[in-house]
């Protein structure tokens, strides 16, 4: 089981790494959006939606905010020549502040999982607040690392991508040796507090 693991993450990890250095920015974000589009319409299936009309329109809702993040600074050009406002070019740095949100939406997910795991288990959640929050963090997700990518580059990518990959790992072997302690055994009994500090400490170094 553990070799598969490793077998299944190498080779993942290496078709993330040439995606991340070979592709160009525009393609890089492409791929990511299809990759997001999938999991969205496999999110809008455990979400409870069957008709396959509704999980398209879920899809479209993913794919309008993609298309005007992924092409801001061309729409804020096209303003600036059609309405005669020059201005609008100095807001081509306000999707940064869009990340903020999200960041916010996990420390506290972070601190009511930490504080309250079975009240979070025992949320009875409708159809539509499962869809909004799958549309939320996996439209984040695809906004930041196509940002991260288009500013920051393939370095910076993939410093951060190693640096998750490294606390994860270090969660999982330290917590299978000196894990005693459960983390939030009602949500993930195989994770523990000793984990934790593991990838904690991993990532810091």
Do not use: C, N
Request: proline letters at 2%; aromatic letters at 14%.
């Amino acid at each position: 089981m553990l070799l598969q693991r490793i077998i299944t993450a190498s080779i993942l990890a290496s078709l993330i790494a040439l995606a991340v250095f070979q592709l160009s920015i525009e393609y890089f974000s492409l791929v990511l959006g299809l990759i997001t589009l999938l999991a969205a319409w496999e999110w809008s299936r455990l979400a409870g939606i069957d008709s396959l009309v509704k999980r398209g329109l879920f899809l479209l809702l993913f794919t309008l905010p993609m298309l005007g993040i992924h092409f801001w600074t061309q729409l804020l050009e096209l303003i600036a020549l059609g309405f005669d406002w020059t201005d609008v070019r100095t807001y081509s740095g306000a999707l940064e502040w869009l990340v903020i949100a999200p960041v916010l939406f996990w420390i506290l997910m972070m601190l009511l999982i930490r504080k309250t795991p079975t009240g979070i288990l025992q949320m009875e959640v409708g159809t539509r607040y499962k869809l909004f929050i799958g549309w939320f963090v996996l439209l984040a997700t695809w906004m930041f690392l196509s940002r991260l990518r288009a500013l920051y580059g393939s370095e910076m990518t993939m410093y951060l991508l190693l640096l998750i990959w490294t606390a994860d790992v270090s969660a999982y072997f330290i917590g299978k040796r000196f894990g005693t302690v459960k983390l939030s055994p009602e949500i993930s009994p195989g994770k523990t507090v000793q984990g934790m500090y593991g990838a904690l400490i991993a990532g810091v170094l």
